[in-house]
């Protein structure tokens, strides 16, 4: 899958709720923010 792709909910859907949502959350938008200076 290609990471323009992904969202955050994508991700929180495929991982079950728990104390790794905010981190999963704050990871996605890391790699959103790169993806977008990078192209």
């Keep these: ?3 323009g792709e ?3 909910s ?3 859907q495929i ?4 104390s790794r949502e905010n ?3 704050a990871q ?3 790699l959103q923010q ?3 200076v990078n192209y």
């Design 28 to 30: 996605v938008t890391s």
């Design 6 to 8: 992904l969202t955050t």
């Design 10 to 12: 994508d991700l929180l």
């Design 23 to 25: 981190e999963l959350q």
């Design 1 to 3: 899958m290609d990471l």
């Design 34 to 36: 790169r993806y977008e």
């Design 15 to 18: 991982s079950p709720s728990s």
